[in-house]
């Protein structure tokens, strides 16, 4: 065992009578250095990373702008130069409904979101009127893409900036923590610029993918603003089959087309195919079964199809192939294409499974159907 009674901390640090005192300075010096300058210290030394991330965000809107304009200008045949007009809507911005009495909120948030929306189609229809609607939804969705960049540049350099002007190092702490989740979202959104340029189906168009083959030599009907509803049969069950219109850059209105079709003809299922962000860990392109409505966005449509469910009874069953969120907005593997029949495989398996002969089914197919046709 050893004996701490003997030992002389003095001497071991170099504090001894006969010690060099510039000795004692390199050990003492320091410690002053990190109690007063300890904070400005570490703020430099995240400020450097921090950095880096806000040059490649400058980087990536820089690049997202400059492609939406030469698409624009190579796609389009505008009269003028339409430079001015995107640099415009760019720093356009939506202020949400206020939401301190929720009664009603989500109409409003629908209601704003949708407006933004058709400015969005009659501002790029203004540049060029003879544009079709398939290459109109590809822009408007590069217009998108290029905001958000544009957007999250903005916020990211605020945030820095904010917290080195006033020193503060527990202020830029949070966005030490987030910025790596922010740059891995924004290099997503930047590697989904070919893809939607060139008409290519994302990850997340596995779902209209899906019901998209289903339809195929079936009469297609649009029963809501850029959603198309065709009718089919399987064992016996009627099947209501419901996407966005492809091959467009599109999510369709499925909310305003479950109410329609629950008017008419009342399912006695509800099944939605979708995209879903995996989890770190898992394997890519596996499937999942569940429960509730499979629907991202903002939450509008998610809210009118659970309301029309829950007031006439009908359960909402769910299957998910699950990627990243590069995979989801990105061309779309071949593992997740190569799921499309396994996945049909289980919905005529759940419908087996949930329905009786003679009930009808509403299947949903959620998700961008650019590059995906019905």
Not at 336 to 361: F, L
Request: charged share 25%; net charge negative; hydrophobic share 40%.
């Amino acid at each position: 065992m050893v004996d701490f009674t003997n030992i002389d901390f003095d001497q071991l640090l170099g504090f001894s009578d006969d010690s060099n005192p510039l000795l004692m300075i390199v050990w003492i010096l320091p410690i002053i250095l990190f109690v007063f300058y300890g904070q400005r210290i570490q703020l430099q030394v995240t400020s450097g990373e921090i950095k880096k991330g806000i040059k490649k965000l400058d980087a990536y809107r820089i690049e997202a702008r400059a492609e939406l304009i030469e698409y624009i200008k190579k796609n389009m045949n505008p009269k003028e130069d339409p430079t001015k007009k995107i640099d415009r809507f760019l720093d356009y911005f939506t202020i949400m409904p206020v939401d301190m009495d929720p009664n009603g909120i989500v109409d409003k948030i629908r209601h704003t979101v949708r407006a933004r929306e058709d400015y969005s189609r009659n501002h790029v229809k203004s540049i060029s009127p003879e544009i079709d609607e398939i290459e109109l939804s590809k822009i408007i969705t590069l217009l998108e893409i290029a905001t958000s960049l544009h957007m999250i540049y903005k916020i990211v350099n605020h945030m820095y900036l904010t917290a080195k002007k006033q020193n503060n190092y527990p202020l830029i702490l949070p966005l030490q923590m987030i910025l790596p989740f922010i740059m891995e979202e924004a290099e997503a959104i930047t590697k989904a610029i070919p893809a939607f340029k060139l008409g290519q189906p994302i990850g997340d168009g596995i779902g209209p993918m899906v019901v998209g083959r289903m339809m195929l030599d079936t009469k297609k009907d649009v029963v809501a603003f850029q959603t198309v509803l065709s009718e089919t049969e399987y064992d016996e069950r009627k099947l209501f089959l419901l996407k966005a219109e492809g091959p467009g850059s599109t999510v369709g209105r499925p909310g305003d087309a479950v109410e329609g079709i629950v008017a008419k003809n009342k399912p006695d299922i509800i099944i939605m195919v979708d995209a879903a962000l995996k989890m770190e860990g898992e394997d890519s392109a596996i499937t999942a079964q569940g429960f509730g409505a499979a629907i991202g966005g903002i939450g509008t449509e998610r809210f009118q199809i659970e309301d029309i469910a829950t007031k006439n009874n009908i359960p909402i069953f769910a299957i998910v192939i699950k990627q990243s969120i590069k995979e989801a907005i990105t061309l779309m593997t071949k593992d997740i294409a190569n799921q499309a029949d396994n996945v049909r495989s289980q919905v005529y398996e759940m419908i087996h499974d949930n329905t009786t002969p003679g009930q009808s089914v509403l299947l949903i197919g959620v998700g961008n159907t650019i590059g995906v046709p019905q």
